[in-house]
């Protein structure tokens, strides 16, 4: 058996999370980091390529929309074949590709929806303007069970509000039903995630804050909770495991460039032994 948070399951219950997101050659984010978080939760990620990217550790260089007929064709041909526990949004790329991914999850309101609603890579480079930001808050946001906006995004957001409790407010305004304002960006010694929901605080999550940079540790993180509430987890749960599992791969992090470090997301399986 396999157990999260007191859920039990069987081991063959493998939920599948249908993800639209964008390609990392670098493998830290992106697609292959959502692939890597899912199959540690013990889920089947099946993803959908919305765009596709140039970059480094660093940063991002280019990013190439995939076309809004492409990423219909890709998630239709998934969803007549495989019954999907949960969906989780990342990097969309273009109003055209927020359009097409609202026709998608529009069909599907009773199965779980995390979206992270990417707007910059994590060097600040931005990855969605205004028009995409309007169109993410129209036509996504008021489809998700939670969203994962770290400060910055949250700010960019609700860009009338005067507080981050304000900004959080108005995003549940939008219409999720848990909003997860993500608290690596703040300037404070330790980390402070917090979870809103029926336009209150419901909980905060106090963690140590590491050193060093991380390059996908936002796609791991929704990447876990998706895969989590596909297992059948409430949200409170689903994301309190998700956050553990997020530090943990965080803490066993690699360089694997000159950049930011990549989160190892399979630490808990086993080492392959030396010759």
């Known amino acids: 058996m396999v157990e999260w948070a007191g859920m039990k399951s069987t081991i063959d219950k493998r939920p599948a999370v249908l993800v639209f997101a964008g390609l990392d050659p670098t493998g830290g984010a992106g697609i ?99 028009e995409q930001m309007d169109a993410m808050v129209s036509l996504l946001l008021p489809l998700a069970t939670v969203i994962t906006p770290n400060t910055i995004e949250a700010r ?38 917090r979870l809103y929901s029926d336009r209150r605080l419901v909980r905060s999550f106090a963690c140590e804050r590491l050193a060093g940079s991380y390059h996908g540790s936002g796609c791991t993180l929704s990447s876990a909770i998706a895969a989590l509430l596909g297992h059948g987890l409430e949200p409170l749960a689903a994301v309190g495991e998700a956050l553990d599992y997020t530090l943990g791969s965080l803490k066993h992090a690699t360089p694997m460039g000159g950049g930011q470090l990549i989160p190892h997301r399979l630490f808990r399986s086993r080492a392959v032994p030396r010759q």
């Open 32 to 130: 292959q980091a959502d692939i890597e978080a899912i199959g540690a939760m013990g889920g089947h990620a099946l993803p959908v390529a919305t765009a596709i990217t140039a970059q480094d550790t660093r940063d991002v260089k280019s990013c190439t929309p995939v076309n809004a007929v492409s990423i219909i064709e890709q998630a239709r041909v998934v969803l007549e074949d495989i019954e999907v526990d949960a969906f989780k949004v990342g990097l969309t790329g273009s109003v055209e590709a927020i359009g097409a991914i609202h026709t998608i999850l529009k069909d599907y309101g009773d199965v779980p929806m995390v979206i992270d609603p990417v707007c910059a890579s994590g060097a600040g480079t931005p990855l969605s303007d205004d």
């Open 156 to 193: 960019l957001l609700t860009p009338e509000a005067d507080s981050l409790s304000a900004a959080a407010q108005e995003l549940l305004s939008y219409g999720p039903e848990f909003v997860l304002l993500t608290g690596t960006h703040d300037a404070s010694p330790n980390i402070v995630h």
